[in-house]
């Protein structure tokens, strides 16, 4: 497998209250991704990084932000937590940007009350 | 923006029999095609990856067939067994964006 941890796995929050989930690589990858899944949408990208402070936005990046300050760290900041951002977030990491296969984390579930 | 989608949605089979996976997608312009599997809970794996210029991939049990023209994919599983029970997501890759179908969930009855 390879080595890409998520912290925290699971996590309860409030509306408003600001989150940040936290992708780990141990592979020097260069480019990684956030996505989130959701029934009904399956998984959908957030935003990505193409390199140490170089990220560019996904599919529904509206609400979230990202920052990559090393490479192995890829974090990504809910600034305001709405109940529209529960869902599960995958962090993922390729070599290149098509050619070769995604890696994914395991997951991190967040709930918005 | 590339569409992928996948039927059906969900499939019972009984031990041993072959499993037939169908992916479709709208814009033949893909970079690759990429088959994941999802345990509940879990993350997702990586099966096969079909590059554009392939028409196949192998591996094990797993054969995966890619028809640019026709814009589908499918994904074969031979022999299946209780274990290859999960959800099944095929994802179309533009550049560096996968674009993925709502998967196959899959249970094989032992």
């Known amino acids: 497998d390879a080595g890409i941890t998520q912290s925290p796995r699971h996590k309860v929050t409030e509306t408003g209250t600001p989150v940040t989930l936290r992708c780990h690589q141990t592979?020097?990858?260069?480019?990684m991704y956030w996505y989130r899944q959701d029934p009904g949408h399956g998984l959908r990208l957030i935003h990505y990084?193409?390199?140490?402070?170089?990220?560019d936005k996904g599919e529904v990046s509206d609400g979230y932000s990202v920052s990559r300050s090393k490479t192995e760290d890829f974090l990504l900041t809910l600034e305001s937590a709405t109940s529209s951002q529960t869902s599960v977030y995958f962090c993922?990491?390729?070599?290149?940007?098509?050619?070769?296969?995604?890696?994914f984390g395991p997951g991190t579930r967040l709930l918005v009350l | 923006k590339q569409e992928v989608t996948q039927i059906p949605a969900a499939l019972s089979v009984p031990e041993g029999e072959n499993l037939v996976l169908n992916c479709s997608f709208t814009?033949?312009?893909?970079?690759?095609l990429q088959w994941f599997r999802q345990d509940p809970g879990k993350g997702l794996t990586s099966l096969l990856l079909?590059?554009?210029?392939?028409r196949e991939q192998t591996s094990g049990r797993l054969n995966a067939s890619l028809d640019k023209s026709s814009g589908r994919s499918t994904l074969y599983i031979a022999a299946s067994q209780p274990g290859d029970s999960a959800t099944y997501l095929c994802?179309?890759?533009?550049?560096?964006?996968?674009?993925f179908g709502a998967g196959t969930t899959v249970t094989v009855r032992a």
């Open positions: 994802a179309g890759v533009d550049d560096y964006k996968l674009s």
């Open positions: 592979e020097n990858h260069r480019y």
């Open positions: 814009d033949s312009a893909i970079y690759n």
């Open positions: 993922a990491i390729s070599v290149d940007r098509g050619e070769e296969t995604q890696y």
């Open positions: 079909i590059q554009s210029s392939q």
């Open positions: 990084s193409y390199g140490v402070k170089d990220t």
